[in-house]
């Protein structure tokens, strides 16, 4: 695989998906075939999908209000706070497309100048370092196929809970359209973070190569040309102030995306996780749609999880690649042109501090998943002393309908009583 086409190979499948959900209005190609582009027929084709998509999920979810079989058999088995939670996953999965397509419009540009920046980086890579053998294969596997496996069990879950939410034979052709329509809203969610986390592997990974390049001219030493070996190595400031831009421009173009999908991960885990609490509470039998519950929940922590994850290990990879660069001139005391050289790039470093974000100002890194699930655990901690005043509520009234049968029936008085 040419260098010039690995970012399509490992990461256009992912983009041809965002084009076909209505995410996105540009085509990601090799740069011989233009590179990302958008056309007039991309723009048309992803609005008229968007409106398509939020259209039949909210006309299926109207069907079956207006139906009074299938609403009795949808919602008349919940209590008001589980409808209200059923009530408000419907509005906010479509809201998040909704922001999710109004970002990506908005930092369209921006997010142009991205994918042309990451395809070329391989490209000028292998001009200093012809020896650098690129392992598309693997990102393409780690990537394409793990998110396909990861995508087909969250597809499985969604429908299944729908299906089995719905609760009802009737009307099989508004419930397909339901769990189809409410499948791809979630799902976006999900894909949008996923090119996210690969965007920031891709970062992640040259960083680490710098470190590799960069042990290597350092072990050097005097070996070899020292026009050559400084050559290279200026080089390699120049890539890691490139990665530093494209991790601002990652920021600007994924921020408020991230953001908003974690907020949703973050209220559907709360919402969710406190349905299945209430079930186990009220010892009742349990059904098969608290599982695929659970399972969906599962899905979104890992979300959750993965994306912090890289976010650090991005964080990480950064910080040791500028140290590594940072030591230039310790390894090579004698020349003050290094120094001189070492003691600019320090200077920079000073003020250019970027890290991955979700939204404008929070890092996104471990830190980030104590913060999902302290907040998830309080509201849930909230609602669960709401349902144990409910139920000590009910049991009184039990208790005093018990009190009084005791008594007995009282008979009609008459005037010989």
Known sequence: MHHDDGFVYC??????????????????????????ASTPWTVVYA??????????????????????????AMFGHLTPLVKAIFTWECLSCSITYVEYCLSMDAQRCRHLRLVASLQGFDREVSQQFPW???????????????????????FSFTISLIFDTVRCTCGIAS???????????????????????????????????????LQQLYQEGNCTSQRELHDRIAHLFVMSKRCSSLLAELNGVFGFAAAAGIFYDFT????????????????????????????HVAIHSYKVI???????LLQREKRNCLHMLGNYASHFPRH????????????????NRQAALVGSSIHLNISTIYLVYNGMANYVIILVQLLFQQLQIKERQQSLGRDVDIVGHIGPITHMD
């Open 11 to 36: 990461y256009g499948n992912f983009y041809g998906l965002l084009l076909y959900w209505g995410l996105v209005t540009f085509r990601v190609q090799s740069p011989g075939q233009g590179g990302a």
């Open 306 to 312: 993965i994306t912090s994850s890289y976010g650090y």
């Open 336 to 351: 003050d042109v290094v120094r001189r050289q070492t003691e600019d790039f320090q200077h920079w470093r000073m003020h």
């Open 132 to 154: 650098v053998k690129w392992n598309y294969q693997r990102t393409r596997w780690k990537y394409w196929y793990g998110t396909v496996i990861v995508g087909f069990c969250f």
């Open 175 to 213: 419930t397909l359209l339901m769990a189809f329509t409410y499948t791809l809203l979630t799902g976006s969610v999900g894909l949008v973070g996923f090119v996210h986390i690969a965007i920031m592997d891709f970062v992640r990974l040259r960083m680490r190569l710098m470190q590799k390049l």
């Open 268 to 295: 559907i885990m709360t919402c969710f996780v406190y349905v299945i609490c209430q079930k186990l509470l009220s010892r009742e039998s349990w059904d098969l749609e608290y599982t695929f519950m659970l399972l």
């Open 47 to 72: 609005l008229l999908t968007r409106l398509l998509v939020i259209s039949c999920f909210l006309g299926s979810v109207f069907v079956k209000l207006r139906d009074p079989e299938m609403a009795a």
